[in-house]
């Protein structure tokens, strides 16, 4: 690990590398999703060292506030219609700008970094954050029939888990958490953050920031038209809670949240996968051979 720098220090000398890295993203660097929605092109083609030295400044004050969320609906199966449409068969999913896409995901590097020990303990079983520290060697064979080794990580790995413990157990459990992330509470996932990470360190800067994207909202303006009325629906009924689906940070409040339940079912020994809010307990009983 690197000296200790403040997090505004390490926005202004990532922030324009990350933004490079998603615009050479071609099928989603022009993805747009309302009329005043900024895809990440236009902002590239924008950006400018003055606008790099304000976000930093502001984030240094403890003074940066995050732009409005962009709702979109997201129906669970395929084949309904608009006017079937309700809270129970779709969900909402809210996409942040691209600014604060770039700032949350040098967020949770950061932490990363500089927070290593106490990231990797959160993060252990989280498949969407915790690659280098639970990854796995399996075997496969290349084009010319090679036998040979490669790691898999992240959602690859928990799958390929799961065909793996379906092959030694009788039963799987699967769990779901409903609405777990429109549940969280925010006030819990500030101090959680607080008290965990940093500690005695007391740096205001992540605080700051943290608190900003957590307490961050959707615009109802934003959302598509056709859906203004399920939209509405959802914002009153999330209005001053939960962390939304869709931002960066999501997993990593899921993974505070569940962190003794996680460390629970393994001081059990229960094979146990979780791919955010979704729990497969694996019976601990063998197959019959």
């Keep these: 690990m690197t000296d200790k720098v403040n997090f505004s220090s390490y926005v202004k000398e990532h922030f324009k590398s990350t933004l490079n890295q998603l615009a050479e993203n071609k099928s989603k660097a022009d993805n747009s999703y309302h009329t005043k929605y900024i895809t990440v092109n236009d902002y590239l083609n924008n950006f400018s060292a003055e606008k790099l030295n304000t976000i930093c400044h502001k984030i240094s004050q403890l003074e940066y506030g995050c732009d409005n969320l962009t709702p979109i609906i997201i129906p669970k199966t395929t084949g309904l219609k608009d006017n079937t449409m309700t809270t129970e068969n779709t969900r909402l999913v809210c996409v942040p700008s691209v600014q604060d896409r770039i700032l949350q995901k040098l967020f949770i590097k950061y932490l990363k970094n500089y927070y290593e020990e106490i990231y990797k303990v959160f993060c252990m079983y989280d498949h969407a954050l915790n690659k280098g520290y639970n990854d796995k060697k399996v075997d496969y064979v290349d084009d010319r029939g090679v036998p040979k080794k490669k790691t898999i990580y992240g959602i690859r790995k928990a799958l390929d888990d799961v065909i793996e413990y379906r092959s030694k157990y009788r039963y799987v459990i699967k769990a779901d958490i409903v609405k777990f992330f429109d549940n969280i509470n925010r006030e819990i996932a500030v101090k959680k953050f607080e008290k965990k990470f940093i500690g005695l360190n007391d740096d205001k800067e992540l605080i700051a920031i943290f608190k900003s994207f957590v307490y961050c909202d959707a615009k109802l303006d934003y959302g598509d038209p056709r859906y203004k009325k399920l939209i509405k629906t959802y914002l009153k009924e999330l209005e001053g809670k939960g ?41 601990k009983r063998r197959a019959p051979h």
């Excluded at 997993?251 to 393994?266: E, K, T, V």
């Excluded at 809010?277 to 694996?282: A, E, L």
């Design 243 to 283: 962390v939304r689906q869709g931002m960066p940070i999501a997993s990593l409040c899921s993974s505070m949240y569940l962190h003794d339940f996680d460390n629970w079912i393994i001081k059990k020994e229960i094979p146990y996968i979780t791919p955010l809010s979704t729990s497969k307990v694996i019976e």
